[in-house]
Nanobody, 119 residues
Framework: QVQLVESGGGLVQPGGSLRLSCAAS????????MGWYRQAPGKQRELVAT???????NYADSVKGRFTISGDNARNTKYLQMNSLKPEDTAVYYC?????????????WGQGTQVTVSS
């Protein structure tokens, strides 16, 4: 299995910045996609950004130009740099990974970290 541990959430004023981190545990699984999803109160969980092992990235339209996803493959850690934050970015942010081992594909989720954008 794959365990994901997130950090970096908190309270920030509109226009501010935060960086989220997601560290994956040692595992025989090969992680081929990692990303971030978020869920605001009363809303469905939505994709924020993903990055493949090859470095290809994908972003939700609502965060393009403001958020950047990157990775440190040596540490099996991914980062989400969030700039120009808006109140509508307030949500619980979840790290997600897709991995494979011996033909078995799995989805793994972190425990979530709260991001609150408010003055």
């Amino acid at each position: 299995q794959v365990q994901l541990v997130e950090s970096g959430g908190g309270l920030v004023q509109p226009g501010g910045s935060l960086r989220l981190s997601c560290a994956a545990s040692e595992t025989p699984f090969t992680i081929y996609v990692m990303g971030w999803y978020r869920q605001a109160p009363g809303k469905q969980r939505e994709l924020v950004a993903t990055i493949t092992n090859g470095g290809s990235t994908n972003y939700a339209d609502s965060v393009k130009g403001r958020f950047t996803i990157s990775g440190d493959n040596a540490r099996n850690t991914k980062y989400l740099q969030m700039n120009s934050l808006k109140p509508e970015d307030t949500a619980v942010y979840y790290c997600h990974a897709q991995a494979v081992f011996a033909g078995t594909h799995i989805d793994a989720w972190g425990q979530g970290t709260q991001v609150t954008v408010s003055s």
